[in-house]
């Protein structure tokens, strides 16, 4: 059973980062590229990055870039997303995402930029 | 950016109608970079349909993906109470990737 487990999240202050988890398992997880989604609260869906298997291409959203940075450690299955300089407007749950299309989704993480 | 405008944004429909969810796109898509979205309340999105009109594992029949270029379309027959929810569309064809901004259908 394929299964994907965000961690991570949690209440940051404006200016602050966090890193991000997405563990995997259940898939050949070297042979996935893996994206990050994004959902502000009782807004819809944002794509935020994505990673190509073998790490040779990262994409970004323009609202993310330079600012957030999608990585992979195939080692240990696990996607990671660090994000700095964190916004008031980057509040949101972070989904981690399998595939070209994403045919499995894990269940968020919630991250809140507040003071 | 290819921008995906889905309409409408709210669709009221009972139980047992079809309906017809649109998405247009600002630029060309091809339609093997495709894709649509289920979303329940407080929980992740599901894949429906990829490459247009193929349907994920476990997606029952009624529903069906068509189009091409700039104009796609989600039909749904015969609603079941589970199928009111938020649909997205997605093209994977250009980065940065972009959903459509979510029609959501709700029980009349």
């Known amino acids: 059973e394929v299964q994907l487990v965000e961690s991570g999240g949690g209440l940051v202050q404006p200016g602050g980062s966090l890193r991000l988890s997405c563990a995997a398992s259940?898939?050949?997880?070297?042979?996935?590229?893996m994206s990050w989604v994004r959902q502000a609260p009782g807004q819809g869906l944002e794509w935020v990055s994505a990673?190509?298997?073998?790490?040779?291409?990262?994409y970004y959203a323009d609202s993310v870039r330079g600012r957030f940075t999608v990585s992979r450690d195939n080692s240990r299955n696990t996607l990671f997303l660090q994000i700095d300089s964190l916004r008031a407007d980057d509040t949101a749950v972070y989904y981690c995402?399998?595939?070209?299309?994403?045919?499995?989704w894990g269940q968020g993480t919630l991250v809140t930029v507040s003071s | 950016e290819i921008v995906l405008t889905q309409s409408p944004g709210t669709l009221s429909l009972s139980p047992g109608e079809g309906a017809t969810l649109s998405c247009r796109a600002s630029?060309?898509?091809?339609?093997?970079?495709f894709a649509w979205y289920q979303q329940k309340p407080g929980q992740a999105p599901r894949l429906l349909l990829y490459?247009?009109?193929n349907r994920a594992t476990g997606i029952p029949d009624r529903f069906i993906g068509s189009g091409s270029g700039t104009d796609f379309t989600l039909t749904i027959s015969r609603l079941e109470p589970e199928d009111f929810a938020v649909y997205y569309c997605?093209?994977?064809?250009?980065?940065?990737?972009?959903f459509g901004q979510g029609t959501k259908m709700e029980i009349k």
């Open positions: 630029q060309s898509v091809s339609s093997g970079l």
């Open positions: 997605h093209q994977i064809e250009r980065s940065p990737r972009t």
């Open positions: 995402a399998k595939g070209g299309f994403y045919d499995h």
């Open positions: 990673i190509t298997p073998g790490s040779e291409t990262t």
């Open positions: 259940g898939f050949t997880f070297s042979a996935s590229s």
């Open positions: 490459g247009t009109s």
